[in-house]
């Protein structure tokens, strides 16, 4: 099995992260506040090639992992997107806080790569 390039990943260093609305509150007739969650869109670039530089056909990219947490170090949630044509992801309801996220790529043997390179926003 041949690995998916982490150094391909390196790109998912730009990470698009905008906000998609912010928290906001409802007031209704009973005095109840709903709190409405942030949603954060990531964006990247899909690998081409493998670790040992071959060709990646994007009919092998299988999908990928976005790995995200309050801290660069405990990345403990998990989004797997099962679709290796998406480019982009909307995470919904987030809470506010500042939050790190990394992507890997897997291949259609499921081998996943590295991760990408670390970002964080606030939310």
Known sequence: MKKISTLILVILTSLVLSACGGGS?????????????????????APVTRADSSYLPLTELQGY????????DNLNMLVDLNDGSI??????????????FAITAYDADGVESGYSNVVNKDV
């Open 65 to 72: 992992r976005i790995y995200y947490g309050t801290s660069s």
């Open 25 to 45: 509150t409802d007031s209704t007739s009973d005095s109840r506040d709903t709190i409405v969650g942030t949603a954060e869109t990531l964006s990247w670039t």
């Open 87 to 100: 480019t982009e992801f909307s995470i919904d309801t987030l809470p506010a806080g500042n939050y790190y």
